[in-house]
C-alpha cells in the first residue's frame, strides 16, 4: 500500500473515498462537519435519520454525496469522545480499512488522523494509522499453495492533516509508522512460518538478508564455536535435535563508535516440544512460535535499519529446536553454563532460560550500555497478565521506567512485575548451583531470578512475551508485538544525547 500526506479539505479531496468518523450521540467530528457544511445538511441528516449513531467501530457508506469531489464517503463511528483513546483510534481505523478493503476501493483519504481527541500528537497519529492499516491488510499466505480470497482492494491511503502546518510532524510520523510496521511484518513472517522452514538455520540467514539490505555486520556461532566458549546449557537444549543450533549476532552501527550499544537478546526456540519433559498435545503447535522473541530482535533491527537510527545496537539470538531423543537432555542432568556456574536441569520444558542464560554471558563483551531479553517464557505468564500486556523484569529501575513509557507511548504495553530476591530461594538444588525451575508459585518471576542470575555485569531488563506474541483461536497468528515498544525505547534513548 503506498501512503501520501495531504491537508486538502474533505470536500475537495478527490479521492475514491473521503472516510471521516461520527461520535456517539450522533456528534460529528470536525472533519465530517466540513464535510456535511459542503453537502448542505446532508450527513446530518442521516445520522440524525439514525443510520449512523457513531457506536465504535459501525460504518456506513455513502455514493453521491452532494457537492463532495470524491464518489463514495465512508462514515466510521468513533464511540464517545470522553473515551476516545489509543484502543478507540486503533479499532476505528482497523473498521475503516476492513470495510475500505471489502467495497473494493482502490484509493481513499483517510481524515481519521485529524482527530486530536485521542489526546496524541499528528506524528503519533498518523505513525498509528499507517501501523494499522498495514496490520490489516497483513496476509500470510506463502505457503498456501494458491493465494486465498481476494488480495486487498486499497492501494493508495491519504492520510490528511488539518492544516499545512502539520504536514512535517506527519512525515515523520509517516517514516516512523513505516519502519515499525515493516519490522513487525517481518517478525510476523518468522513467527507464522512452521517449524519445518523456520529453523535456527533459516533464522540465520534472514539475518544475513537484513545485514546485506542494511550494511550491518553479522556472524554465527555455530555448535563448535559454542563448545568453545563453555556455553553448555544453550548446547544442553539443541541435543535432542537434527538441526543445528545456531547463535546470532547483528550488529547495527548507527552511533559513535564510543557509544556503548544495546543489546537485545530475542529467544530463538524454533520449536518447543519440551523435550523429554514432553508437553501436552493440545496447541502443541503453537510452540513453533516459540521463536518469536528471536523474531522480534530481527524486526526491531529492521525499523532500526530503516529508519537510519543513529545508535549502536547488537541482536543476540540464541536459536535450536527443543526435541526428545536419544541423545537428549533429561531431567536431573547438570550442565555448565558459559558463565561458570552450573544448573540442575529439572523440567526440560524450561529451556528458553537455559538458551538465554548464556546468550546473556556472551552480551557482555560488548560492553553494552543496556541489555533486554525478549522471550515467550512462562506460560504462568499468560495466567498473570493475560494477551494484554507484557511481563517487564529489570535490575534496574531506571531502564524499568524506560520500557514502560516506551510500552505506553507505542501502544504495546507492559507491566512491571517484581524480581526480588525473596523468590531465589526457589530455585535452591541440591547437586548444583541452582536449578532450571522454581515451581508452580510465580513461575515467570522464578524464571526471571534465574535469569538474573547472568545479568549482574549490566543494566538488565527482560520482557515475558508469551501472551503477547501470538493470537490463538480463530484468528492464530503472530502479533509482531513487542516490536513497537523496542523500536520506541531506542528511539528515546537515541533522542536523549
Ligand atoms: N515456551 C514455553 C512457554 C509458553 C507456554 C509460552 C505456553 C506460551 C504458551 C516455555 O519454554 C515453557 O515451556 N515454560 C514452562 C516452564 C515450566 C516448565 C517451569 C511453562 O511455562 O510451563
Ligand atoms: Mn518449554
Ligand atoms: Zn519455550
Redesign the pocket.
Known sequence: MEFSIKSTPPAQAKSGCAVVGIFESRKLSAAAAALDRAAKGYLKSIVERGDMEGKLGATLLLHSVPNVACERVLLVGLGAEAEFRDKQYHEAIAAAIRTLNATGATEASLHLTELASVKRDLKWRVAHAVQVALEVVYRFDTMKSKPEGAQSALRRLTLSVGDKAGLRLASGGLELGLAVAHGMSLTKDLGNLPSNVCTPSYIAEQARELARHYRMKVTVLEREDMEKLGMGALLSVARGSAQPPKLIVLEHRGGARSQKPVALVGKG?TF?T?GI?L?PAPEMD??KF?MCGAASVLGTLKAAGEMRLAMNVVGIIPTTENMPGGRATKPGDIVSTMSGQTVEIL?T????RLILCDALTYAERFEPAAVIDIA?????C?IALGHVASGLFASDDALAKELLAAGEMAYDRAWHLPLWDDYQEQLKSNFADFAN?GGRPA?SVT?ACFLARFSKKFRWAHLDI?GTAWKSGKEKGATGRPVPLLTQFLLNRAGRK
Do not use: P, Q
Open positions: 526456540i518447543d519440551g519433559s508437553k503453537e510452540m516459540d523440567n520444558d524450561a529451556e528458553g515467550t517464557l512462562t506460560g504462568a499468560v525451575v513461575g524464571a508469551a
